[in-house]
């Protein structure tokens, strides 16, 4: 084979991606790609604001589509990542399976649960690869942990700590006044930035099972919750506080996890990325550990498992059912909120 040849096949082997919305995290996606993720090459950058589609595509060497609908109309991608505010994820979703296009959503699957297990029955029938983006999963700082909760450096996992909090950052809400309104997003900040912070907690601890909390309005931009004090509830028994907090004034540090075992504990830097310090009997002063730390480092991992998912077949470090698990947390919190008691997920 000549190098000529060598080239051709592994074009016809890249995956021909789309970006639909091309906004804030759109950006995070892009740089995973273009840094870490060679098999990918894109060809549709998909918004409704033509000018951020035309930067995207001439960023990528992609068309520039102002609709979903025109896209797939001039057959101009495979496999797409949809980056949407909340309630159009459905729609978009259940387009794309239709035409048989391998689908990667963006947290949350849908605004409520009727609508994330229609699009979860729209993956399941569709045999393509249905993945809900949740880049927690991959984040370095909360794999660093789980691998030394694997190795036993802090024994038997007795509670944890969690805690979302940031001050209001318009990078991520400027110009999306969807983001603010609770119709379109579903709720506040349990719904949505609280994910991030839900996933890890699974991958550590497993499964929860029920919640208890209550939540605030103390941030006036945001029609859904910007405050949120629960108690959550694991497989195992255990128990582990879950709290977020959006303000619109400078807060002081505080890390985003901490980690307790029956010999040590394990504590997380606070957003976007401040690494990871292990204490135990070994380390009692703390052991900082190295890394390639940070959030947006999360987004590479995600986009390979999409990749790999497409070409290779292989299974995605979690499915769309189990993906599903950080909306139902969401969603029991908001029931406790109002019910004031314990609630199943
Ligand atoms: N994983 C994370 O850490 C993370 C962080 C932020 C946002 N998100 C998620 O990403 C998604 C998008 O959030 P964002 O912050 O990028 O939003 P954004 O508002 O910055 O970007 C959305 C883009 O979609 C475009 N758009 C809106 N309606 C459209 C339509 N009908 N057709 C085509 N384009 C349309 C908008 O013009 C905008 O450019 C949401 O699901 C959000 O929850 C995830």
Known sequence: MTAADYHLVTMTTDVRLALLGCGAIARYHLDAIKGYVPRVKVTACIDADWTRASAY?????????ASLDDAISADAFDAISIMLPH??????????????????LEKPMAPTLEASARILEAGRASGRVFMLAENAQYWPEVVAALNLIRQGEIGD?????????????????????????????????????????????????????????????????????SLMRSLVQ???????????LMVNTPLGPQESWRITGSDGEIVIGGFPGGGVNLYNRKHRSGLSLEGNWGYAMSFVGENQDFVNAILDGAPLAAGPEDSLQELRVAHAIYRSAASASWENV
């Open 57 to 65: 595509a001439v960023e990528t060497g992609g068309t520039a589509f």
């Open 87 to 104: 309630d159009l994820h459905e729609s978009t979703t259940l387009k794309c399976l239709a035409a048989g296009k391998h689908v990667m």
């Open 157 to 225: 996992l007795v509670t944890g700590r969690a805690a979302f909090v940031s001050e209001y950052n318009p990078k991520w809400f400027t110009g999306q006044a969807w983001r603010l309104s609770q119709a379109r997003t579903g709720g506040g900040i349990t719904i949505d930035g609280g994910s991030h912070w839900v996933r890890p907690m699974r991958m550590w601890f497993g499964n929860i099972t029920r919640v208890v909390g209550v939540v605030g309005y103390p941030m006036e931009e945001m029609q859904g919750d």
């Open 234 to 244: 694991f497989e195992s028994g255990v128990y582990a506080s879950y709290d977020g």
